[in-house]
């Protein structure tokens, strides 16, 4: 009765295998392995079933010598060949597994090495996740901030409109915005940040990036107060212009007018005063169109911006002191005469600075329209210099601030670096079309 017993107990636990060798059969990619597994435990379970049969004298195949050795032979054979193929896959799957271990690895220096304060939120709110530099921007512990919500972190007012942000964040996908965050010390300090909705296989996440807009703020005063003085010193030099140019022909002009009422008409000196009056007056007009042309080219408005480049670089390029080469793409009037002026001021700006302060013997100037982008790329073999430093003391770059200022007005982009010899920059301006007869 205990054979018998212990007999069905082994084929119900060889069963029970099998279905859960199918269980993983369905589940896993490499099949074969298991289905040679589950071919074997059959085997075993016909074995004790052929053993209870024999047991019963229903059949006495399990008392014949051949079939419980080649039964035998058969179950060994298919279990070494499925576990030799189920150890090639668990060094497959340890082999990914460190190579799972090794990318987050990677990722989780990257996550706390990057100077950008970085934060993962539930959709609630809650923080789940942050990296050093808001830990050290913020004052606080990583395990602190862990049990916070984004709005305990934020100042002010500003925690009221946390919830807003997050449902623009879900609704939208994406919010940028500026806002100001609090230390554990309580200081307030402004940020920009770059919030997106992030699906996952668990749930949904919320990855935000804060940069710190106080450098930004800073800069954009310093920007400011330079175009302040640019445009103030340009009205000085126009003053200068007017005063010292104009002023004198014109109080020439006065004198012989009234010098005029003294003599009779038909006379010789009659006529010579008249003769001197027009003589000063062209010279006055001469004057006046120099002016002018120093305020806005007329090569600019009348033929366009590629015209008006090539024109002052020919200009330099024949005292030979200075070789500039040009190169133009798909550049045309549609881009409109306001951009048309600022890329040419800032052209003339980078030329100037070049020639004052580079020691530069060849200059490059690349520009394009490409995909409703206006693109400029300037180069130069000078000695180059400290971009952060000029815009600080602006002394002998002043023009560097006003440039970066002209293009972040029009939201454009502007890049620059040293490139030893010499500088690189690069400008990019979306386009707006226009006609023809807007200029």
Not at 34 to 61: G, P, T, Y
Not at 99 to 127: A, C, H, N, W
Not at 176 to 188: A, H, N
Not at 410 to 426: A, C, D, K, S, Y
Request: aromatic content about 6%.
């Amino acid at each position: 009765m205990a054979s018998i017993l212990l007999i069905s107990a082994s084929m119900l636990l060889r069963l029970a295998t099998f279905a859960v060798v199918m269980n993983y059969y369905k589940d896993s990619r490499h099949r074969f392995a298991w289905l040679l597994i589950a071919a074997a435990m059959v085997l075993l379970a016909l074995e004790n079933l052929f053993q209870l049969l024999a047991i019963a004298r229903v059949s006495n195949l399990a008392q014949q010598q051949f079939i419980p050795h080649s039964a035998g032979f058969a179950v060994s054979v298919l279990m070494l060949t499925g576990t030799a193929m189920i150890n090639t896959i668990l060094k497959r799957l340890a082999a990914a597994e460190r190579r799972k271990e090794s990318i987050e690895k990677r990722y989780q220096q990257l996550f706390d090495t990057t100077s950008d304060l970085l934060f993962v939120l539930m959709p609630d709110g809650k923080i789940i996740e942050v990296n050093h530099a808001a830990c050290d921007r913020l004052k606080m512990s990583r395990e602190h901030l862990l049990t916070k919500r984004f709005a305990d972190i934020k100042a002010g007012a500003a925690a009221e409109g946390v919830m807003d942000h997050l449902n623009d964040i879900r609704k939208k996908g994406y919010h940028i915005f500026e806002t100001e965050l609090l230390t554990g010390q309580g200081v307030r300090f402004p940020v920009e940040l770059n919030c997106r909705l992030v699906d996952t296989e668990e749930n949904q996440h919320i990855t935000c990036i804060g940069r710190s807009t106080a450098q930004r703020r800073e800069l954009d005063k310093k920007v400011r107060i330079a175009i302040i003085e640019t445009e103030e010193r340009e009205r000085r030099r126009f003053a200068k212009e007017i005063h010292d140019g104009l002023g004198p022909l014109l109080s020439t002009v006065k004198l012989y007018v009234n010098e005029l009422e003294t003599t009779q008409p038909g006379t010789a000196e009659h006529n010579e005063y008249i003769g001197q009056v027009n003589h000063l007056l062209d010279e006055a007009i001469h004057n006046a169109r120099n002016i002018a042309n120093n305020i806005t080219p007329r090569i600019l408005a009348d033929y366009g911006l590629q015209k008006a480049v090539e024109n002052f670089t020919e200009a330099i390029n024949a005292t030979r002191l200075l070789a500039i080469s040009t190169h133009f793409e798909n550049i045309d009037r549609s881009i409109g005469s306001t951009l048309e002026l600022i890329y040419f001021r800032i052209i003339s700006e980078l030329i100037n600075n070049t020639i004052k302060h580079a020691n530069a013997s060849q200059i490059e100037i690349r520009l394009w329209l490409k995909e409703g982008k206006l693109c400029l790329d300037y180069r130069d073999n000078g000695q180059g210099f400290d971009l952060q430093e000029a815009i600080e003391k602006g002394d002998n770059h002043m023009g560097v601030k006003n440039i970066i200022s002209r293009v972040r007005s029009l939201n454009g982009v502007f890049n620059f670096r040293n490139t030893m010899p010499g500088i690189e920059i690069q400008i990019v301006v979306d386009v707006q079309p226009v006609s023809q007869h807007s200029d």
